[in-house]
């Protein structure tokens, strides 16, 4: 049986805003690794392939074809599917990855005959088996087949961390980047999160605790990556001590050299700043720290574990060991214009190397979205709208022209004020700098449209 694993092409909302910049797709690659054994496997990676989808199929004759989703893709992942029964009916479509898991009911169309709301070793063996067999397709857990009117076991799961398969994108692996650093692989080594904040998805998927993978497929996922840069996607890598120390040590008794990039909480730079300082030494380069904001009552109400105080002990400590700070903060809907000026202020003083932020989104699938729904300007399966810097909830003490005007302010102020330039163009060279600087001008230009639009209603 010959199987392609698709991922979609950007969709046009996040080429505009300059999000040209893509990581591997690793969820690909595991299933890859899971079926190499029994079938004919290959990954299609549309967002770094130039070859139309119907000539693809023509060439490599699937017949199944799986397509991973991401939390925006519903539009195109449909009308892939919706392509490939139109070329051939006979190919039998599949969808995972994580809007699959979030709302599987989006994928319910003539077009879909499985949708996999989580994957593993076991139900991803059993699902091909049963294609393979051309049979009735039994109830699988978290596989919801059209043939059963998408019934769900309701055993819940989450897709399985499985060592992947990296010669599968080899052809499209110097495309991979991370923020600037090209060519980047990726990597996790534990899922979860004990932090627990309120305003986030992940630890609501994985689990309020951290999940550790085997630290033997750590090391050998170490080992299997060839790029320079390791961005390690786990939510609050740098939270024990004990493990990092082991990576260490791994790192250096096979003299590994590699630079690191990856997530980390204030809460756990500050318990573990031993740790740090010698993970420092083995390759860290860059963290992604949550500050959030520059109020107290809102990391209060965040629930963040960590005070304004914290952050800026957290960021002196980095700048002390020399590790750059990637920042990101929220913007809070009830903000005034007092606010913004007290938040670039405070930008200022904690002056990380780049910082981005975005405005509160109370996702459909948290807690939060009750809180907001009689402010919501975005309609629940306006899919494509949830994620890319929209302003959600319309702002309480300013109209929303004005919210979009101050949103604006902040945006140039950190570009031209606050974000190293020098330091970028140092790092990425001028050429992706320009390319990064390209989102802010589509920014810009997209809020002022809806600045006019607002005005006009
Ligand atoms: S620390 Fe990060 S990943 Fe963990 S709950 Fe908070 S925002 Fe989510």
Same mark, same amino acid.
């Given at each position: 049986m010959?199987v392609l694993?698709? #991922?979609?092409?950007?969709?046009?909302?996040?080429?505009?805003l300059g999000e040209?910049?893509?990581?591997?797709?690793?969820?690909?690659?595991?299933?890859?690794?899971v079926?190499?054994?029994?079938?004919?496997?290959?990954?299609?990676?549309?967002?770094?392939d130039?070859? @139309?989808?119907?000539?693809k199929? #023509?060439?490599?004759?699937?017949?199944?074809?799986?397509?991973?989703?991401?939390?925006?893709?519903?539009?195109?992942?449909?009308?892939?599917?919706? %392509?490939?029964k139109?070329?051939?009916?006979?190919?039998?479509?599949?969808?995972? /990855?994580?809007?699959?898991? !979030?709302?599987p009911?989006?994928?319910m169309d003539s077009?879909?005959?499985?949708?996999?709301k989580?994957?593993?070793?076991?139900?991803?063996?059993?699902?091909y088996?049963?294609?393979?067999?051309v049979?009735?397709?039994?109830?699988?857990?978290?596989?919801?087949s059209k043939? #059963?009117?998408?019934?769900?076991?309701?055993?819940?799961?989450?897709?399985?961390?499985?060592?992947?398969?990296r010669?599968s994108t %080899?052809?499209?692996?110097?495309?991979?980047?991370?923020?600037?650093?090209?060519?980047?692989?990726?990597?996790?080594?534990?899922r979860?999160?004990a932090?627990?904040?309120?305003?986030c !998805?992940?630890?609501?998927?994985?689990?309020?605790?951290?999940?550790?993978?085997p630290?033997?497929?750590?090391?050998?996922?170490?080992?299997n990556i060839?790029e320079?840069?390791?961005?390690?996607f786990?939510?609050?890598f740098l939270?024990?001590? &004990?493990?990092?120390?082991?990576?260490?040590?791994f790192?250096?008794?096979e003299?590994?050299?590699?630079?690191?990039?990856?997530?980390?909480?204030?809460?756990?730079i500050?318990?573990n700043?031993?740790?740090?300082?010698?993970?420092?030494?083995?390759?860290?380069?860059?963290?992604?720290?949550?500050y959030?904001?520059?109020?107290?009552? &809102?990391l209060?109400?965040?629930?963040?574990?960590?005070?304004?105080d914290?952050n800026?002990?957290a960021?002196?400590f980095?700048?002390?060991?020399?590790?750059?700070?990637?920042?990101?903060?929220?913007?809070?809907?009830?903000?005034?214009?007092?606010?913004?000026?007290?938040?670039r202020?405070?930008?200022?003083?904690?002056? @990380?190397?780049?910082?981005?932020f975005?405005?509160?989104t109370?996702?459909?699938?948290?807690?939060?979205?009750k &809180?907001?729904?009689?402010?919501?300007l975005?309609?629940?399966d306006?899919?494509?709208?949830?994620?890319?810097?929209q302003?959600?909830?319309?702002?309480?003490?300013?109209?929303l022209?004005?919210y979009?005007?101050?949103?604006?302010?902040?945006?140039?102020?950190i570009?031209?004020?606050?974000?190293?330039?020098f330091?970028?163009?140092?790092?990425f060279g001028?050429?992706?700098?320009? #390319?990064l600087?390209? /989102?802010s001008?589509?920014l810009?230009?997209?809020?002022?449209?809806?600045?006019?639009?607002?005005?006009?209603?």
């Amino acid at each position: 049986m010959r199987v392609l694993l698709v #991922r979609p092409p950007r969709i046009k909302k996040a080429i505009a805003l300059g999000e040209f910049m893509y990581s591997e797709p690793i969820g690909l690659e595991m299933v890859y690794k899971v079926l190499e054994d029994k079938y004919e496997v290959e990954i299609f990676d549309m967002m770094a392939d130039n070859m @139309p989808l119907d000539e693809k199929i #023509r060439a490599y004759k699937p017949q199944v074809i799986a397509i991973t989703s991401l939390c925006i893709d519903v539009i195109k992942v449909l009308s892939i599917s919706r %392509q490939i029964k139109e070329l051939n009916n006979s190919i039998v479509t599949i969808v995972g /990855g994580t809007q699959a898991y !979030l709302n599987p009911g989006a994928f319910m169309d003539s077009s879909m005959d499985h949708i996999m709301k989580y994957s593993n070793e076991k139900n991803l063996l059993k699902l091909y088996g049963e294609i393979e067999k051309v049979c009735e397709i039994p109830l699988i857990d978290g596989v919801l087949s059209k043939s #059963r009117n998408y019934e769900d076991s309701k055993v819940p799961g989450v897709n399985e961390y499985i060592l992947p398969n990296r010669k599968s994108t %080899q052809k499209y692996r110097h495309n991979y980047s991370y923020f600037g650093y090209k060519p980047t692989a990726i990597m996790g080594t534990s899922r979860g999160c004990a932090k627990t904040c309120r305003f986030c !998805l992940r630890w609501r998927i994985e689990g309020h605790a951290e999940e550790y993978f085997p630290m033997d497929m750590v090391k050998e996922d170490i080992r299997n990556i060839k790029e320079d840069y390791v961005m390690v996607f786990d939510n609050d890598f740098l939270h024990n001590s &004990e493990r990092i120390n082991e990576i260490c040590n791994f790192l250096e008794d096979e003299k590994i050299n590699k630079k690191f990039i990856c997530y980390a909480s204030v809460h756990s730079i500050l318990e573990n700043k031993e740790t740090v300082k010698r993970f420092k030494d083995n390759g860290l380069v860059a963290l992604l720290v949550g500050y959030e904001t520059f109020k107290s009552d &809102e990391l209060e109400y965040y629930e963040k574990k960590s005070t304004i105080d914290d952050n800026l002990e957290a960021s002196r400590f980095l700048k002390s060991i020399n590790v750059d700070v990637w920042a990101s903060f929220m913007v809070h809907p009830d903000w005034t214009k007092e606010d913004f000026k007290g938040f670039r202020q405070y930008i200022k003083l904690l002056s @990380p190397q780049v910082s981005s932020f975005s405005p509160l989104t109370p996702f459909p699938n948290l807690p939060l979205y009750k &809180e907001y729904e009689d402010r919501l300007l975005v309609k629940k399966d306006d899919y494509e709208s949830w994620s890319f810097g929209q302003i959600t909830i319309r702002p309480s003490n300013m109209s929303l022209s004005s919210y979009y005007l101050e949103t604006l302010k902040t945006n140039f102020y950190i570009n031209l004020f606050t974000n190293n330039v020098f330091y970028m163009v140092k790092k990425f060279g001028i050429g992706r700098v320009i #390319r990064l600087s390209q /989102g802010s001008f589509n920014l810009l230009i997209k809020y002022l449209k809806l600045m006019a639009k607002n005005s006009k209603s």
